[in-house]
């Protein structure tokens, strides 16, 4: 069975939760497509050359998850060159067999563009960054001056830029349980298996 489940929206929405959570249910394999953009910034030296070539070492680096992680990642994402050495290791891993979640920016835009499934997971930018600051600490209002300006990035470069794809379904998880999230994005995997 060749299913792809496109998970797309901005920072701390909840994709990674849902996306996780979706890949157990359904028994797919999951890719969490930030960290490649994560793992080429951290690299640091010339980015194009690290998104060539990038090694399962470097995803698992422990210092990935950070805000500046994230943010270098989003300046590296806006390099046309980095995205299309990206763009084959998403596609063959999103058309496996048995089927895969990916979650990321521009899975449902550019990447699976005919998914079976695609979703637009979203939520107030205030939400967000508490969430984030939950998870990682540090200075609340710093924090959602971060997410604000990595959206803006995200949103506002030329290749590839974060919307939701016209047929994607809009989950917005501010006012949402996350195991209500989880029950409504399910649903509509189901419904389509
Ligand atoms: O999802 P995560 O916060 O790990 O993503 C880090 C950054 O990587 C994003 O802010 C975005 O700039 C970039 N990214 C992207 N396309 C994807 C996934 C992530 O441009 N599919």
């Known amino acids: 069975m060749i299913f792809t489940v496109a998970v797309d929206g901005p920072a701390a929405a909840g994709k990674g939760t849902i996306s996780k959570a979706l890949a157990r249910r ?15 910034g951290a690299r640091g030296g010339d980015p194009v050359a690290a998104a060539r ?5 470097d995803l698992a680096r422990d210092d990935l998850r950070s805000l500046e992680a994230g943010q270098a990642a989003s300046r590296v994402a806006a390099i046309p060159e980095v995205r299309a050495a990206l763009i084959a290791f998403q596609q063959d891993f999103a058309r496996r067999e048995g089927g895969a979640v ?12 005919k998914a079976e499934v695609k979703l637009f997971v979203t939520a107030r930018p205030e939400i967000r ?13 710093q924090v959602l001056t971060e ?13 590839a830029p974060l919307k939701p794809a016209p047929d994607a379904v809009l989950i917005d998880t501010s006012d949402l349980t996350i195991e209500a999230a989880i029950a409504r994005a399910a649903d509509l995997v189901a419904a389509r298996l």
């Open 129 to 141: 960054a508490h969430r984030r600051w939950l998870e990682l600490g540090g200075d609340e209002a």
């Open 53 to 57: 070539g990038l090694t399962p070492d």
């Open 26 to 40: 359904f028994g797919l394999a999951h890719l969490d497509t930030g960290l490649l953009y994560r793992a080429v």
């Open 102 to 113: 990916l979650d990321g920016r521009d899975i449902g835009t550019v990447i699976c563009s």
């Open 147 to 159: 997410v604000i300006a990595r959206d803006e990035r995200d949103m506002n470069r030329a290749d």
